[in-house]
């Protein structure tokens, strides 16, 4: 019995998959995660997913309350033990997240990954970074500066007025996926 | 078993399967036999010295990786990677059972019991008679526990003893209800009923049908651990192993020398992490089998896995292999807009070569240039989106136009005016998302 199970079954788009299978029946509809609002692969690959996160759950001192973004996530062929790329594709005004490419700097998506946390642990360590943010190695350097001399009035206004202004409005539904995707890519084109 | 296998490979199993029955406690059994590495059943479980149980071959991988416990990050060596036994006998025999209690945990409760929740109750008891929650309210009345579990133990033996004949001199105990000798049924008795277990252990377990196949099989295994294991392979220093010796080393072990010298070194690394992980089996597999898997990781993680990226992407859509079909027929409105695109362009080109150019030795000049309106299309389908519609709608193209189309991996001229567009295109990283790309690209 030990023996049939191949290699085959410890492929990246199998645990995807387990992960995706756990996600989603574990969070029905009736009872939702209460940051990742939806998470699914892209019709053509599994491999890359999108997702919602929300803010609602974060203090409301941390000025995020209000946002909702899209991120999406790529997951290398060596997953689990390379961790999955994340990147913000909505706009957020963060220190440990570039602004121009949505790049996010966090040590468990990098050198302390580790293979238990898979996808919705990493997403949940975004949703925690979003809450504290690192002063010591900011990506969005006036984000930083801001926070590193002390003015949460001014970082909160800032995050609160782009979680506003760029908040994404969008839904994820495995068919109408394409159909997000422009309606993301024409909100962005208006600016 | 057979089932158990199939759902295996087919389905995708997972510890929520519980949630949506009466017995949502069995989630929490079934993630605890799962590895956290690969979200499946352990298979040939190892324990660590942080005491962490993963797969051998999850383990294997991810201390290859980093060297690290996955579950503690506290550092780990293979070597000290032992065998879980008895996790593995308790995830082949839930394995086993899981199918027949899970369709029977979806049959709609039967209303025999005056309530719903009463019913929900005996469903769970009847499986699962030691979840947590019932030993810890048992312990608290220490009186009523006894006495439940006394019944239940009578309970166990009379279903045992409705199918079983002791024609092996054995009677039950009229105190314990265990099988002892005839003979020494006295002596037992005058001893105080002294734990007898060991003797007749599958006589004492409570009866059923999955038990007894279960330990009808461990004593056939018996003589099979005595087989030999095969032998561990000794890790390589990479760095002081010359080429030639590395690619001797994989062709002795019948595999591919191709690629380059990361390639092999990757090839070799999942080899030997492939046969250790075998090594710990209780049923090894063959070596074919292993080179088999090791092909598998050569589709999705090795050489050939790069090919996948979306750079490479016309290389898989040149493969003979490849479905043409569903491939134009998912991208076919993308197709439509560039042949119109395409079609306009072309259109407005002419216009003005045949304004502008009236002797025939001035439009032969103009036949060169007239390539670059036109590359668009091959840059785009440079990066992924090539196909035969493309090529054969585009209407009346020149004969230096229709040379660029069939050589559709060759660089754009550098004169092409969308060649500044080529930087977004190959930093564009998924395939799907090149509807997207082509919308922002276009003009």
């Known amino acids: ?191 | 078993m057979d089932r158990a296998s199939k759902d295996d490979a087919f389905e995708v199993t997972d510890s929520t399967d519980w949630l949506d029955t009466p017995m949502k406690s069995l989630a929490g059994v079934d993630a605890a036999l799962r590895c956290q590495v690969c979200r499946d059943f352990y298979s040939t479980p190892m324990i660590t010295s942080c005491s962490h149980t993963f797969c051998s071959l999850c383990i294997r991988r991810s201390l290859n990786n980093d060297g690290k416990c996955p579950a503690c990050r506290s550092p780990e060596q293979e070597m000290k990677l032992r065998n879980n036994n008895a996790m593995e006998d308790l995830v082949e025999a839930f394995k086993r059972g899981r199918a027949d209690i899970l369709a029977f945990a979806r049959i709609p409760a039967i209303p025999v019991a005056p309530t719903r929740k009463r019913s929900l109750e005996q469903a769970e008891e009847d499986v699962e008679d030691s979840s947590p929650k019932r030993r810890r309210s048992g312990r608290t009345k220490s009186s009523s526990q006894t006495k439940s579990s006394q019944k239940a133990t009578v309970v166990a033996d009379s279903d045992g003893d409705s199918d079983y004949s002791p024609e092996d001199g054995t009677v039950e105990c009229p105190i314990c209800q265990r099988r002892v000798k005839e003979t020494g049924i006295n002596k037992h008795i005058d001893d105080g009923c002294p734990d007898e277990l060991q003797a007749f252990p599958h006589i004492t377990k409570p009866g059923s049908s999955r038990t007894g196949s279960g330990y009808a099989k461990s004593s056939i295994q018996l003589p099979e651990k005595a087989i030999k294991r095969p032998e561990r392979l000794p890790q390589l220093n990479y760095s002081t192993t010359k080429d030639n010796v590395l690619k001797k080393k994989l062709t002795d072990a019948g595999l591919s020398a191709g690629g380059n010298r990361q390639l092999l070194e990757k090839r070799y690394k999942e080899w030997i992490t492939l046969w250790n992980a075998n090594c710990d089996a209780t049923k090894p597999k063959s070596k074919g089998e292993l080179k088999r898997e090791l092909e598998i990781w050569e589709r999705t993680q090795g050489g050939r896995a790069t090919a996948s990226s979306s750079t490479q992407m016309g290389a898989i859509i040149r493969d003979k292999e490849f479905d043409r079909d569903a491939w134009s027929g998912k991208h076919n409105d993308d197709f439509k807009q560039l042949i119109a695109n395409a079609k306009r362009k072309a259109q407005a080109k002419k216009s003005e070569n045949t304004s502008s150019a009236n002797t025939p030795a001035e439009s032969a000049g103009t036949a060169t240039p007239d390539v670059a309106p036109t590359t668009p299309d091959v840059v785009i389908g440079d990066n992924g989106n090539d196909d035969p519609i493309l090529i054969e709608d585009t209407p009346e193209k020149p004969a230096s136009q229709k040379r660029f189309f069939d050589e559709s991996n060759s660089d754009p001229p550098p004169s092409s005016q969308y060649q500044s567009k080529l930087g977004v295109l190959d930093k564009d990283a998924g395939l799907a998302s090149d509807i997207t790309t082509i919308r922002s690209v276009q003009p």
């Open chain 1, 1 to 191: 019995m030990s023996g049939p199970k191949t290699a085959s079954s410890r492929t990246p788009t199998k645990r995807i998959l387990t992960e995706l299978t756990a996600f989603s029946s574990a969070h029905s509809p009736s009872s939702p995660h209460p940051n990742i609002l939806s998470l699914v692969p892209l019709p053509s690959n599994l491999l890359s997913l999108r997702c919602i996160l929300s803010g609602h759950t974060l203090p409301p001192t941390s000025g995020y309350t209000t946002g909702r973004w899209l991120l999406s996530i790529q997951v290398p062929p060596q997953y689990p033990n390379q961790p999955p790329t994340i990147t913000f594709v909505t706009k957020i005004c963060h220190a440990n997240v570039k602004w121009e490419t949505g790049e996010i700097c966090l040590d468990v998506l990098k050198e302390n990954w580790t293979p238990v946390l898979g996808v919705v642990g990493a997403l949940e360590s975004v949703v925690r970074l979003l809450g504290e943010p690192g002063v010591d190695s900011p990506l969005n350097v006036e984000m930083g500066a801001l926070l590193r001399q002390g003015d949460t009035i001014g970082a909160r206004g800032l995050v609160g007025y782009w979680c506003g202004e760029e908040r994404f409005e969008g839904h994820l539904d495995e068919e109408e996926e394409g159909g997000s995707n422009r309606e993301e890519v024409r909100g962005r084109g208006k600016r």
